[in-house]
């Protein structure tokens, strides 16, 4: 659900798996980076995430990571390994507000749907649904067969909001970035954390003809 002006999220992690689309990650991380309402974040990068970020951006290697995706280091910023099951988000007594997985590989719904928790994403993911923090599962995957679709209602039952990865059209992007910036905008605006410039529909005067 989404959050409001009197919860703020201060303190979020950001999981990256293996599924195609690591542009929404880098720009994700970078407007939680530059946000002055967020003064912790914990990120997390599965394997299959790394190589997909390879193929995808040519950022290769786990080693400074976070310094890579940004292009400078972070201070707020924590990086986990993903098989690190004893991190500090993988316990309910650890005081984080969310967690935003984007992409999200089916794989990695699986396992959060059926409580898994087999990787420190898994877990992280876990703790917010036990806990009643918000999780938001960002799938990227065409098209869904009945597996992925029962493992979204099986998420969703349990407290995650689906959040397809799903750019607009209608504020007339005109690259892949921007198309990128504006999905994220929309993401972190329902977790509690409108961004500045984000685009905003404006119907119609009904007045006018």
Known sequence: MAMNNESTPRNLTLAITGASGAIFAIEMLRLLEADSRVTKMNLVASESALRVLAEETEISGRNDLVEKLLGSPSMKIQHHIDANIGANIAS?????????????????????????ANSLTARAADVCLKERRPLILCVRETPFNRIHLRNMQLASDAGATIFPVMPTLYNKPQSTSEMAVQFVQRVLAHIGLPQPGAFQWQPDNPDSD
Do not use: K
């Not at 309910?92 to 898994?116: E, H, K, Q």
């Open 92 to 116: 309910g007594s650890y005081p984080s507000d969310g967690m935003i997985v984007l992409p999200c590989s089916m794989g990695t719904l699986a396992a959060i749907a059926n409580g898994l």
